[in-house]
Nanobody, 122 residues
Framework: QVQLVESGGGLVQPGGSLRLSCAPS????????MGWYRQAPGKQRELVAV???????DYADSVKGRFTISRDNAKNSVYLQMNSLKPEDTAVYYC????????????????WGQGTQVTVSS
């Protein structure tokens, strides 16, 4: 019912910057965390950055110091500022929202964005 709409991907030269945005199409309650994952060709999907409901953040070692995750609680939106981009950052980036629901089962669930392509190349 709720979709995550991603934007901000594209082609950028090494050393450049991009800002990814993820906005839900509707309200999401009981959010536990929001994050960004990426998947490069031939590789497993990996966690890039995450921010939890208590505002703690965590980053993959490969992006520490270059990427910054932030969230807007009023909009339930999440952003990823990517600076000093490298060719190895090239991947499809996916927005993730983890939330708790009692229906149909009492457990945590995930929403996923459709993915946005980030290509870093000269």
């Amino acid at each position: 019912q709720v979709q995550l709409v991603e934007s901000g991907g594209g082609l950028v030269q090494p050393g450049g910057s991009l800002r990814l945005s993820c906005a839900p199409s509707g309200s999401i309650v009981n959010i536990k965390s929001m994050g960004w994952y990426r998947q490069a060709p031939g590789k497993q999907r990996e966690l890039v950055a995450v921010v939890t409901s208590d505002s703690t953040t965590d980053y993959a070692d490969s992006v520490k110091g270059r990427f910054t995750i932030s969230r807007d609680n009023a909009k339930n939106s999440v952003y990823l500022q990517m600076n000093s981009l490298k060719p190895e950052d090239t991947a499809v980036y996916y927005c993730n929202v983890r939330y708790y629901s009692a229906w149909p089962l009492k457990r945590e669930y995930d929403y996923w964005g459709q993915g946005t392509q980030v290509t870093v190349s000269s």
